[in-house]
Nanobody
């Protein structure tokens, strides 16, 4: 089992920045591909970004150039730096882990999920 705990969400004005963190415990963090998804009210959960155990990254087109995913295997933590935030980025952001190689964009490909952290961007 892997436990994931997100933090860093909050309320920010459009154009601002936030950094989300996800602390993992329970199994060897460095083996897992890690990802971030988000879900806005009334919408499906959507892929945001992911990183492999080796640091290869993958981004949704809607966040490319604005968001950066990174990981610190020594701290068992993955981060999502979000810059130039827009009102459409408002959502509940979930951290997720995949017991396998490679990044994936479908939530069905991920094995473990955190409880989520709310990001609200005011315009």
């Amino acid at each position: 089992q892997v436990q994931l705990v997100e933090s860093g969400g909050g309320l920010v004005q459009a154009g601002g920045s936030l950094r989300l963190s996800c602390a993992a415990s329970g199994r060897t963090f460095s083996y897992f591909a890690m990802g971030w998804f988000r879900q806005a009210p009334g919408k499906e959960r959507e892929f945001v970004a992911a990183t492999t155990s080796g640091g290869t990254t993958n981004y949704a087109d809607s966040v490319k150039g604005r968001f950066t995913i990174s990981r610190d295997n020594a701290k068992n933590t993955v981060y999502l730096q979000m810059n130039s935030l827009k009102s459409e980025d408002t959502a509940l952001y979930y951290c997720t882990a995949r017991d396998g190689y490679g990044t994936r964009r479908s939530p069905l490909e991920y094995d473990y999920w955190g409880q989520g952290t709310q990001v609200t961007v005011s315009s």
